[in-house]
T-cell receptor, first 113, second 113 residues
C-alpha cells in the first residue's frame, strides 16, 4: 500500500533541544494527523490538521498542514525525557476511500537527560 | 473519554491454531480497523469495517478474517496461525464526527511458535 515519506527515521537529542520532523506525499491530502507511540502501547493522537496552512499547537508540540497539501511537519520545543517514543504521521488522501489513513514509517526519538 | 480495549495484551499460540483477537470500543464509532505493526514496516492495515456486518480488505488481508456482529466489537481471526503472523496487533476506531481521527487500543503482542 501507499506510504508517506517520514523523516528523519530516528533522532538522538539532548534534553532541552528542539525537534523537527516531517512527512511528505506525492498526492494531495485532506487531513494530516500526528501520533506518538510509547513502547508496548498503542499510538495516541497528538494533533489533527484539516486545512492547508493550518498551524496547531498542543503544549510544546506544534504541527502544520503544508500549503501544497502534500506535506506536514511536527515540532517539539524544549524536549524532555518523556518525549521518548515513536512519532507517526498519517494522512487521509483527497482521492479514494477517505476512511483509510496512509501512514509514515515513524520517527524514533531518544532524549538524553 | 474515548476507550478502545483489546482482549489480551500478550498471547502465545502454536502454529496451526485458530486465534481470535477481540476489540471493543465504547464511543459508538461506526468505523473500526485492524492493523499489524512490525519493526521497520510501520502500521499496515489488515481489514476495516464501516458498519455492522460490513468489512473491507486492507493492504494485507491474506491469512486473516474479521467479524463485526455488533457495532462496538470487531474481531480479528487467524484461521490457522503461522510463525510469520507473530506481530503486534492494533485495533482502532473512528466516528463520523471525528471522521479521520483514529483512536487506538493498547495492542496485542502475539507470538506464534
Amino acid at each position: 500500500g501507499q506510504q508517506l515519506n517520514q523523516s528523519p527515521q530516528s533522532m538522538f537529542i539532548q534534553e532541552g533541544e528542539d525537534v523537527s520532523m516531517n512527512c511528505t506525499s506525492s498526492s494531495i491530502f485532506n487531513t494530516w494527523l500526528w501520533y506518538k507511540q510509547d513502547p508496548g502501547e498503542g499510538p495516541v493522537l497528538l494533533i489533527a490538521l484539516y486545512k492547508a496552512g493550518e498551524l496547531t499547537s498542543n503544549g510544546r508540540l506544534t504541527a502544520q498542514f503544508g500549503i501544497t497539501r502534500k506535506d506536514s511537519f511536527l515540532n517539539i520545543s524544549a524536549s524532555i525525557p518523556s518525549d521518548v517514543g515513536i512519532y507517526f504521521c498519517a494522512g487521509a488522501p483527497r482521492a479514494g476511500n477517505n476512511r483509510k489513513l496512509i501512514w509514515g514509517l515513524g520517527t524514533s526519538l531518544a532524549v538524553n537527560p | 473519554d474515548v476507550k478502545v480495549t483489546q482482549s489480551s495484551r500478550y498471547l502465545v499460540k502454536r502454529t496451526g491454531e485458530k486465534v481470535f483477537l477481540e476489540c471493543v470500543q465504547d464511543m459508538d464509532h461506526e468505523n473500526m480497523f485492524w492493523y499489524r505493526q512490525d519493526p521497520g514496516l510501520g502500521l499496515r492495515l489488515i481489514y476495516f469495517s464501516y458498519d455492522v456486518k460490513m468489512k473491507e480488505k486492507g493492504d494485507i488481508p491474506e491469512g486473516y478474517s474479521v467479524s463485526r456482529e455488533k457495532k462496538e466489537r470487531f474481531s480479528l481471526i487467524l484461521e490457522s496461525a503461522s510463525t510469520n503472523q507473530t506481530s503486534m496487533y492494533l485495533c482502532a476506531s473512528t466516528g463520523v464526527s471525528s471522521y479521520n481521527e483514529q483512536f487506538f487500543g493498547p495492542g496485542t503482542r502475539l507470538t506464534v511458535l
